[in-house]
């Protein structure tokens, strides 16, 4: 398990970066890195560990081999989540072990106000949202995710919404359709009801972009 191999995922803004030890075939663990820190983490730890696993440790955006995000973009916490998310999804993980460490695993009690301003954790966050992508979840110094019981549900459902929906825009990689100026203001009204056609005439001045196809 001393050697190792490179991976690369793509990404809307470049590339996820990660390391590979084991067989491919092996039971599949996914290793999250700390706060700061890369993959490089756990170069000391994956030979001691079982050989019968394949072991992905990867950078998250911004770290290690990783792209950064576009300038001026933050990095929220739970895009490191989606981050998990796209890394499982390029691998084409249903299930999986889970290991974090540091930022990758740290836990937090909070409520869903107080939620954007915590520093808030993801291995248990992302076993949080899907748990059954999650066969074993393994925190290196700390505990688990909570959250108040009366904001479970509702913050269960509207992140992992967003997540979703992120990644299926993603996947589909649609380039923009080109409408006639008639034709792309009947969309604008249909999506958006409370507009006037003069409304949405005014707007899409503004807002649409002519080529020669429309």
Not at 27 to 55: E, M, Q, S
Not at 102 to 108: D, N, P, V
Request: aromatic share 10%; with cysteine.
């Amino acid at each position: 398990l001393g050697m190792f191999s490179e991976l690369k995922f793509p990404v809307p803004w470049g590339h996820m970066a990660a390391k590979a030890w084991g067989p491919s075939d092996g039971h599949p663990v996914l290793c999250l890195h700390g706060w700061l820190d890369n993959a490089n983490t756990f170069d000391k730890l994956i030979p001691l560990l079982p050989r019968d696993c394949y072991y992905v440790a990867m950078d998250f955006s911004g770290h290690g081999l990783s792209s950064h995000r576009p300038a001026g973009s933050p990095y929220h916490f739970l895009d490191y989540v989606t981050d998990v998310r796209r890394v499982a999804a390029a691998l084409q993980w249903r299930r999986f072990t889970l290991m974090g460490h540091s930022m990758g695993k740290m836990k937090t009690s909070l409520n869903a106000q107080l939620f954007s301003f915590s520093f808030c954790f993801i291995s248990p966050q992302f076993c949080f949202l899907y748990p059954e992508m999650v066969d074993k979840l393994i925190l290196l110094e700390n505990l688990g995710f909570l959250l108040d019981p009366e904001d479970t549900e509702a913050w269960l459902k509207s992140k992992r919404m967003v997540i979703d929906r992120l990644l299926s825009l993603e996947a589909k990689q649609q380039t923009p359709k080109a409408r006639s100026p008639e034709a792309a203001l009947q969309r604008l009204l249909e999506a958006n009801r409370h507009l006037t056609a003069e409304g949405g005439a005014i707007l899409l001045q503004r807002g649409a972009t002519e080529t020669p196809a429309g």
